[in-house]
């Protein structure tokens, strides 16, 4: 099968500290990885490389079996959404989805992604109502869902990286997340990387989890050791690399 | 490059310390301005401006100066703030690359600069090469103009023509956009800098000032519109090329 993405070695230092040390994996079409780390393990320096956003970093990158200088962050067939996702606080769900489409080409492409980014990103956070206010007034939980409606209504990802996307989700939005996330995989043959410390739904989404320590790649979990309990020994370091 | 002008536009459109330091800076021209007019013709001590030299000569430089510097700070300003608050990290993880990210900010305040100096020239122009008269001409029963004296309504014809070329300058600035933005603005200007020099100078400036005289204008008609418009154009590419440079080698 093609691989989709591909990390060799890549290497991470700040001075004297390393955040991440010859990391290896690779993705393919249609697959659910999770990475897995206690915090300050190294996983947001790594999907920060990925999204282009670290660009002093050693080994290697590729991106549809093509070899780039950084991560494809602006390929517009790649959705990044991270722990804590900005969006334009002054306007609200609609004029966010205009400028989201803005930097998307939305003036060369039709209206009909606009206006879907626009409802499938209300219909998710609530009323038409709460359309109307700005994102500045929005809970964290609520912003975060209605980023992930944007970037994805207006990107066709065939990669999708998310960091902690569960963090202020209520249990409605934590089970459609997981929903869309297996939909994708399954349906469009979407590659999906996220990382979060919700072991019960790696082991409900995922098939594979990458264990990540000190900025070392140290286990690789498939099958049966998918099991939040298995998980949660892996990442005390309670075993050894499976 | 058009969906990030619309980008930024959309967002300045919303950025209230924008909206108010633009507004404050024309505002502060029109009393800079008047505050000169009033001393040319006296009305402020002897009037010490001479009346020899084109208003805009000295109305004009000046807050063009101020303009540059204003526009470069909003520019920095704007970066810093998109750093400041993380937006940069949604913006350059859509289909926005770096190099894109920053000749959309250049070419969005290089623009701003230019339609601001459009503006002030025209206003300036309006102003000095039209109307040389030694009162404010609206509210006159009628007005000197160089040894003639003309009715006020007549000066008023003259100030709404001058100020109607206006709207043909944004459209042709508007349209130039949508080729390549900052060689065909620099451009537009330029032709129509000369145009407008041209008309002045032979047409509208004749038409009401007898003993108008060129000695006052470059031998060049809109020579330093051509100097600056090439001036704005390297400009533009090395501080873009700079840039680039530069953000494709920084950690976000």
């Known amino acids: 099968m093609m691989r989709l993405l591909e990390c060799r070695g890549i290497t991470k230092t700040y001075g004297r500290i390393s955040a991440l040390s010859e990391i290896d994996f690779v993705l393919e079409p249609g697959s659910v990885t999770a ?32 070899k780039l200088r950084r991560g494809p962050g602006d390929s517009h067939d790649t959705m990044f959404l991270f722990d804590d996702p900005r969006l334009f606080e002054e306007f609200d769900e609609r004029g966010n989805s205009r400028l989201i489409a803005d930097l998307n080409g939305g003036w060369e492409r039709s209206q009909a992604p606009r206006r879907a980014g626009t409802s499938a990103a209300m219909e998710a956070t609530g009323s038409d109502e709460a359309g109307r206010k700005r ?51 399954r349906e469009d043959g979407t590659a999906v990387l996220f990382s979060t410390h919700y072991l019960e739904m790696v082991e409900r989404t995922a098939d594979r989890a990458l264990i990540l320590r000190n900025g070392r790649l140290v286990a690789e979990a498939t099958g049966k050791d998918l099991e939040a309990s298995r998980l949660r020994s892996l990442l005390l370091g309670e075993a050894g690399k499976t | 490059m058009k969906a990030m002008l619309r980008f930024e536009s959309r967002r300045l459109g919303r950025d209230r310390s924008f909206i108010l330091s633009w507004s404050f800076y024309f505002i502060l021209f029109a009393i800079y301005a008047l505050l000169l007019h009033l001393g040319r013709v006296g009305s402020l001590g002897e009037g010490s401006m001479p009346m020899n030299v084109t208003y805009a000569s000295y109305a004009f430089k000046e807050p063009w100066a101020v303009l540059a510097i204003i526009i470069s700070v909003m520019a920095a300003a704007s970066v810093q703030r998109d750093l400041k608050t993380g937006i940069i990290e949604t913006i350059l993880t ?71 070329v206006v709207p043909p300058v944004l459209i042709g600035i508007g349209l130039a956009l949508v080729a390549c933005p900052l060689v065909a603005v620099a451009a537009a200007i330029s032709v129509t800098m000369i145009l407008l ?43 873009h090329r700079g840039l680039d440079l530069v953000a494709n080698r920084v950690d976000l």
């Open chain 1, 135 to 185: 994102i500045g007034e929005y809970s964290h939980g609520m912003r975060c869902r209605l980023a992930f409606e944007l970037f994805a209504a207006h990107s066709r990802p065939a990669l999708m990286v998310l960091d902690e996307p569960t963090n202020g989700l209520d249990i409605e939005a934590l089970e459609r997340l997981e929903h869309d996330l297996a939909k994708r995989a």
């Open chain 2, 94 to 164: 859509q289909q926005v690359s770096r190099s894109s990210y920053v000749a959309g900010k250049a070419t969005m305040f290089s623009m701003l600069g230019i339609l601001g100096s459009a503006l002030l020239g025209l206003l300036a122009w309006a102003i000095a090469d039209m109307i040389f008269s030694g009162r404010p001409p609206i509210d006159a029963a009628d007005v000197e103009a160089g040894r003639a004296w003309l009715f006020a309504r007549h000066c008023l014809s003259v100030i709404l023509t001058s100020f109607g």
């Open chain 2, 197 to 239: 020099r041209l008309y002045a100078q032979t047409v509208l400036a004749p038409a009401i000032l007898p003993d108008y005289s060129f000695a006052v204008l470059p031998p060049v008609p809109g020579a330093d519109s051509i100097w600056l418009a090439g001036a704005l154009v390297l400009a533009s590419l090395l501080i």
């Open chain 1, 35 to 66: 990475v897995l780390g206690l915090n300050g393990a190294g996983k947001s320096t790594l999907f920060r490389i990925l999204a282009g956003l670290i660009v002093s970093f050693s080994g290697e990158l590729y991106f549809r079996e093509r």
